[in-house]
Nanobody, 123 residues
Framework: QAQLAESGGGLVQSGGSLRLSCRGS????????IGWFRQTPGKEREVVAC????????YYADSVKGRFTISRDNAKNTVYLQMNSLKPEDTAVYYC????????????????WGQGTQVTVSS
């Protein structure tokens, strides 16, 4: 059974850093485009970053460009999201998605999701 599990969230002060992990089980993340999304209460899930299956090319939302980095460790079947220079507006539940097809900037493209990890940035 394919599953994803996020970890690494927590409470951090503005300007701090966190590294989120998305670990896959039951399937190989290397062969999937992986997306990191975030969601706050009352808002839709929005894309933060993606890494492609074909050439590991990356995409970043404008709001995180230059501060966040998405990367893979295929040996650990894990995708990371390194988040630096965090701002209070980065506060959200962060999810990773895998599988599926279509526009990888949209949550509807993904078949598998983790349970999410809370990131809270205090000012």
């Amino acid at each position: 059974q394919a599953q994803l599990a996020e970890s690494g969230g927590g409470l951090v002060q503005s300007g701090g850093s966190l590294r989120l992990s998305c670990r896959g089980s039951g399937f190989t993340l290397e062969y999937n485009t992986i997306g990191w999304f975030r969601q706050t209460p009352g808002k839709e899930r929005e894309v933060v970053a993606c890494i492609s299956s074909s050439d590991s090319s990356t995409y970043y939302a404008d709001s995180v460009k230059g501060r966040f980095t998405i990367s893979r460790d295929n040996a650990k079947n894990t995708v990371y999201l390194q988040m630096n220079s965090l701002k209070p507006e980065d506060t959200a539940v962060y999810y990773c998605g895998a599988g599926g097809s279509g526009s990888y900037y949209s949550p509807s493209a993904y078949n598998y999701w983790g349970q999410g990890t809370q990131v809270t940035v205090s000012s």
